[in-house]
């Protein structure tokens, strides 16, 4: 582990040692952790419930961590801001150790069931519907950022393609000069032509280069070693027909065609790549000082296997050139039909749905959504694949609209046939060229054109403004964001008497420099904040590294940084589900659909601090961050900013940190979406928990249960193993497990799951009578009106009960509210 992730976990020691103190908890109580998982307001609400009976029976203050994840974050962050006081919220610079203690006093052991913490529950659940509290107003707002934002995006992208598309439309006007008619027919297919087959065919003297180094970088070994220091024959006979070449080019014959010096001025540029690539490569491998034989052997396959490299990375380009170029010809034969005629365009559509009416006429609807169902991920990308080339087509259409004259447009079959405007067509290019480098030095435009703003202000208003005593009064609707609502990072953490409180948040990393495991299976890694900074983890413990989170004036926040965030912001990253980056869920499809509708989330955070008025240009474009969202290409921690999105796209549960500290007991509340309860993301937890950490995670089954809990006991009967969660009868709302560490040690796993039980009130029996899908319903539904909030809520607070009201009926078994390890 690296020496900055000891040193940050050392602090976190730290502040629990503070805090048990100032709770009066025993030096040597074993650590105490909780984690709540994913699962948006569904998970925030049951959270509340669970931290609500927690708080209760006095377990609250004994919980050291709390590690939460998307929706956990929500509650995570509503408990932890109860314990700032209000002198440090809003704009606050510093913390006062003395008011926080005496802010703190006021929550008692029961922070919760206190005056405040009452209060904040009651404005809490005025925000069921978070995003849209006050109805169609904030709908109609949220409606005008997301249309504003979409369009924004969209000319962005459309600039760009419409810069790339004009700008070769004008070279191939300009080089269709130097060609005569006859070698127009002889090059150019008789269909409408896109001026980006000529970039392509020049993409092509890049792996033609690289091919050609290949076979210059063998050399014979049977001379003895003082001749192989002989000049290579191939460089000196590349070198005199490069230089043939370039004279035929630069003093060509009259009689010489635009063909002949076409070809010429590709073979040079293939020689030229080919040197270029040879002397590169071999300038970066060192040579061999001994054993000069086997030594130059092994040399050169190195030097042959990079050249390999730069010709496949050459052959990408020419491909995707290729697609562009495909796409391109289909839209300049579509622009062809646009300027055509208008009612036939109708007249195909008609035909067209005459026909779709009829084929659906005689499909099973039922069966074919059941197989949509089957196969959804395979039909979302599919979608946005083809939701990408219908924009490129769109923007290609259009560009070619404005290049060619309409009058040869519409009678158009080949490029030669063409009229443009030339003064049309240079002030397109100059004003799409100039609007495309304005946005490129604009890098606030990425996360200004996402909603992640707009869904951080939305959490902020509801779940760090319920703890706002400004709003306590009346005249504070709930509609009105507060000044003072938000919390400063710095403030969050320091002097903190809360439970130390691990943010989790994904780092998607799809083409970095790390582990291929995290490249091509987990296509992210997971991020901690904590107060000393952030944990920045990796497929294997040892890779650990620690970064501080806010350049302040507080002492521990004094390193060099990335970008400030408040609380707010990384508590909606924790939750960006949405977005183009979605860790091992991370596909092209997925990507393209996510991004070209605007659906995203995530957030690209700046992590060095860049000064002076030069500083813009050392950024990459805009257009090179989008065009990485659109593909699904994240380069994790290499870039100078990261794409972060919701943690739960690396590990949903929030036991992930809490299993890296060891801790000796947990409590866990797995309120994803799991109505089938196969338990997947604690399956994922205990693969990764073994992959990472060596450590072991195993659940008891019905049989241990009645050993450690006693066979017919009430609290036996809240409990139960994972094959018996999924029998009908079951009536068990929590699992147990053993943890064993690499280092001998063991821990406990009290993992609590949202469950319905006979002995439930009759409110929450009715509940589910009327939505059968309770206590699993859609993630997706993220608008909880009173009954939904309340039985949500009601439910975690019982589910809690169960487990930590009472004592054990029999004095020598294990109870939960012992809060000690098995």
Known sequence: MAKAGEDLLAAERDQVARRRRHQGTPADAPVLGLAISGGGIRSATLGLGILQSLSTHGVL???????????????????GSLFVPPTARGDADAVDAAVVREHVKTLGHDPLGSPMGLLAVRQLRQFGRYIAPRGAGDLIYGLGIVIRNWIALQLVIGVSLLAIWLSAIKAAVAMRAEFSPTELALLLPPLPFSPLWGLTAIALVWPAGAALAYFMSRRDYFPPPPLQYVKRVWWWVLMLVLALCVWRLVDPPPEMGGTVRLLLAGAAAAIAVALLVDA?????????????????????????ANISRIQASGITLVSALAMAAAADTAALFLATWVTKAALLSGGVLAVAAMLARRFLSKVDV????????????????????????????????????????????????????????????????????????????????????????????????????????????????????????????????????APVHLINVTLNETSGQGSNVVQRDRRGRNIALSPAGMLVSGDDPRNLSARPLDRAEVARFDCPVGEPLPLSAWVGISGAAVSTGLGSRSTVGLALLAGLSNARLGYWWRVERQGGFFAVF??????????????????????????????????????????????PLIIAADNGEDAEYQFADVANLV??????????????????????????????????????????????????????????????LILLKPRVVADAPLDLIRYQAENAMFPHQSTGDQFFDESQWESYRRLGQLIADRLFAGTPEVPDLWHPAMLRPL
């Open 61 to 79: 203050g004994r919980v050291d961590y709390l590690s939460t994840v998307s929706g956990g974050s929500y509650i995570g962050s509503f408990l």
């Open 280 to 304: 590169k490569v071999r300038q970066a491998q060192p040579p061999a000082r001994s054993d000069w034989q086997s030594s130059a052997v092994a040399r050169e396959d190195r030097i042959r």
């Open 366 to 497: 039922k069966k074919g959504l059941a197989i949509a169902k089957k196969r959804l991920g395979l039909v979302v990308n599919l979608a946005g694949i083809l939701l990408g080339v219908l924009v490129i087509l769109f923007w290609a259409a259009f560009a070619h609209l404005i290049a060619w004259d309409d009058d040869s447009l519409r009678t158009a079959v080949r490029l030669e046939e063409l009229v443009t405007s030339p003064a049309i067509l240079d002030r397109a290019v100059l004003i799409t060229v100039g609007a495309a480098l304005a946005v490129a030095f604009s890098p606030s435009f990425l996360n200004l054109s996402s909603l992640s703003i707009f869904y951080a202000g939305r959490l902020r208003r509801a779940y760090l403004g319920s703890s706002n005593i400004d709003r306590s009064d009346d005249r504070y609707a709930v509609g009105k964001d507060q000044k003072s609502d938000d919390i400063r990072l710095h403030c969050y953490y320091h002097e903190s008497l």
């Open 618 to 663: 050392r950024n990459r474009p805009v257009q090179a961050y989008l065009l990485d969202e659109l593909n699904a290409r994240f380069v994790g921690d290499a870039g100078v900013r990261w794409n972060l999105s919701d943690g739960g796209h690396f590990e949903n549960s929030g036991l992930y940190e809490l299993i890296r500290r060891r801790l």
């Open 687 to 748: 693969r990764k928990a073994r992959i990472d950490f060596a450590t072991g995670i195993r659940f008891l089954d019905a049989a241990e249960l009645d050993g450690v809990l006693g066979a017919g006991t009430r609290i036996r009967q809240a409990f139960d193993g994972t094959a018996g969660f999924r029998a009908d009868a079951c009536c068990a709302t929590a699992l147990l497990a053993r943890i064993t560490y690499p280092d001998g040690g063991a821990g406990t």
